[in-house]
């Protein structure tokens, strides 16, 4: 059962899921694209292996699981909680003839239906940030990966160099919500989008988050100058679920 917070951002992402490839290739000038393919990378070694199994969290329309698919060999699976997005998800597959190995599933990203240890490699893009709780979040994540199991976070993060922060934050206050809503018809879902972002733990404070989660060999590393970051680390293998 989803708290009342949980329940409006599902209803927000299902709202604006047949314009959200669109406006997040359109927004970022098809940079998301380059992230992704270097969030799948990180993984290299779980998908290169056909008995693996990988889960993308909170995977949406699946863009990142198409890459991991492109990337491997391994299978997959993408958990999302919006049933709009996971629609459209099963069409980008089924273009893909990517159905074989890749299954989508339904399911609140806090309480997985999954037992423990049951996968090598997991990512998240631009997923954890809309988690009602981001520490619970990441240990449902550990919960579910194997011992030795990688974790690859792809999400918005601080930009590094202070002019480049500023002409940012100008662009994401006001520029990117105007064209979200005249996109998508759904002004208050990009006006989230800047809060949420606002509000999200900067690239050392993840990292620490993570560690505290449980984390081992945790790092990141920055893309297009900060805007967002990518994290990683392994569960540890001495650690009990």
Same mark, same amino acid.
């Given at each position: ?53 990988? +889960? ?7 863009? +990142? ?36 190995? !890749? ?24 997923? +954890? ?53 005249? !996109? ?8 989230? +989008?800047?809060?949420? !972002? ?44």
């Amino acid at each position: 059962m989803l708290s009342p917070q949980a329940s409006q951002i599902r209803q927000m992402f299902s709202a604006i899921a047949p314009r959200y490839d669109l406006l997040n290739h359109l927004l970022s000038l098809n940079v998301d694209r380059s992230w992704r393919r270097q969030a799948a990378s990180l993984l290299a070694d779980p998908l290169e292996d056909r008995q693996a199994l990988c +889960l993308d969290l909170c995977c949406g329309t699946g863009d +990142l699981l198409v890459e991991m698919a492109r990337q491997g060999r391994a299978r997959i699976v993408g958990s999302d909680f919006s049933h709009p997005m996971l629609k459209l998800g099963l069409e980008k597959l089924a273009k893909r003839s990517l159905e074989r190995r !890749v299954a989508l599933l339904e399911a609140d990203a806090l309480r997985l239906p999954f037992p423990a240890n049951t996968f090598d490699g997991l990512a998240v893009a631009f997923g +954890l940030r809309n988690l009602e709780n981001w520490g619970e979040g990441l240990g449902e994540m550990r919960r579910v990966l194997k011992p030795e199991g990688r974790i690859v976070v792809l999400e918005f993060s601080r930009p590094t160099l202070p002019l480049f922060s500023r002409l940012f934050q100008l662009y994401f206050l006001w520029i990117l919500p105007t064209i979200g809503k005249g !996109v998508s018809g759904h002004g208050s879902a990009y006006r989230y +989008l800047h809060d949420s !972002v606002q509000e999200f733990p900067d690239q050392a404070r993840l990292c620490q988050l993570m560690k505290e989660a449980g984390f081992a060999g945790v790092s990141f590393r920055n893309l297009t100058g900060g805007i967002a970051a990518l994290h990683w680390g392994v569960k540890d293998g001495t650690s009990t679920p």
